[in-house]
Every structure is written in C-alpha cells, then in structure tokens.
C-alpha cells in the first residue's frame, strides 16, 4: 500500500502565482517524521524541511511554507510567488520506526514555472 | 562542508556485466542510504549502512549488494546487470539514523544495454 500519496502529477503555474502541492500519508506509528524534498533537472534531491509527528507547528522559511495537519494525515507545501527556478520535481517522504526508519517517498510533483 | 559525492555520474553497461558505485559521505555522517530511481517504481529504498554494517535492507533480489567502509565511505554493486536495472541511483548520508535530514548526493546515472 502507498504511503506517501501526492495526487498532483503536474502542475503549472505562471510566475508570481503560488502554488500549493498536497502530501496524504498513512502511517499507524506515534512517533514518524515527515520530509520534503526537491529535485530539480540536475537530478540532485535537495532536502527542504523535516517534521516530526509531535510538532505540528506550521513552518514558513522564505517563499516556501509547510502546513502539517495530522487529523487528516496531510503535510502541505507552498510555494508563494513563485520563480522560474522553483521548476522541479517534489517529493514527500514518510520515516516511521515500525518501518526502521526507511524513507517512504511519493511519486512526486512536477511543478513548472513559466515566465 | 562539501556535500555527498557519488562516482561515476554516469555509466553505460551491457546485460550480464556487474557495476560497482561509490558513495562518499558528508564528513561526521555515519550512516549511509541507497536509493534506486526510475520512472515507472519511483525512489525505491535499496539499502543502509551504519558503522560498517548493513542497517536495513529493501525488496530488491540478492543482486543487489552494498558495503561500508571505516571512514563511512560506501560501495554498491550489482550483479548480473539486467536492462530493468537502468535507473539513477541515489546516494543519502544523514548523521546517524535515517530519521534525520537526508543529504543527497548528485547521483549515478546507469544505463544497461
């Protein structure tokens, strides 16, 4: 079973606009950590933002800000005002203990951002 | 502090031939993760290693093999290359469990012919 569903394939956005990408996880653990990561065309993943189950605090760090809701299992992400060098794959990630910590990624975001 | 280096950046191999990738760490990162990317399966997770020892292990076949060295430096291998083992093949250090940040390294990018 997936348990890291991202439902966006792809999205587009022109720039200046904001685009949320959606993150559903599963998980029966207490104690999991959830990840965002981003991976432009070079192929590098780069790590964006790590949550742990018990901080459901919402995060802000420049255009880009998380929102963790664990009553219906989702850590979003925004983008706000988007730029062209936002263009890349995003990836949610699930780490449970019952699953010895193991990354569990989604099948990915595809944003682009047009001039 | 330099980033997570993997060698080489890309690779061409025929059917039958074995690979052998390597991975080095961010400095003072002990464990060491692996992870196969591929269009139709996505990030699938391959292995970890911790303090030389294979931490945990993910549903690939037994053609799959990995090691870890003193210095936390890490090698995979693979076997017997079959065509389906075309993917780009991703190398993480974290500080100690994986639980912590991932840091990724650029990546392997092995096609089989």
């Known amino acids: 079973a997936q348990k890291v569903t991202q439902a966006q394939t792809e999205i587009s956005v022109v720039e200046k606009e904001d685009v949320t990408l959606d993150c559903v996880y599963e998980t029966r653990d207490t104690t999991y950590y959830l990840f965002w990561y981003k991976q432009p065309p070079s192929g590098e993943l780069v790590f964006l933002i790590r949550r742990n189950s018990f901080d459901e605090q919402n995060e802000i760090s420049g255009r880009y800000s998380w929102n963790f809701q664990k009553s219906t299992s989702s850590f979003n992400f925004t983008i706000t005002a988007s730029q062209v060098v936002d263009s890349a794959v995003y990836f949610c990630a699930l780490s449970e203990a019952s699953n010895d910590y193991k990354l569990s990624f989604g099948a990915g975001t595809t944003v682009t951002v047009r001039a | 502090k330099a980033g997570v280096t993997q060698t080489p950046r890309y690779l061409i191999k025929t059917r039958g031939q074995q690979v052998t990738l390597s991975c080095s760490p961010i400095s003072g990162h002990r464990s060491v993760s692996w992870y196969q990317q591929t269009p139709g399966q996505g990030l699938q997770f391959l292995f970890e290693?911790?303090?030389?020892?294979?931490?945990n292990k993910g549903n690939f076949p037994g053609r799959f093999s990995g090691r870890q060295f003193s210095n936390s430096r890490s090698e995979m291998n693979v076997s017997t290359l079959e065509l389906g083992d075309s993917a780009l093949y991703l190398c993480?250090?974290?500080?100690?469990?994986?639980?912590?940040?991932?840091?990724f390294g650029p990546g392997t990018r092995l096609t089989v012919t």
């Open positions: 993480a250090s974290s500080l100690d469990s994986p639980s912590y940040e991932q840091y």
């Open positions: 290693y911790f303090s030389e020892t294979q931490r």
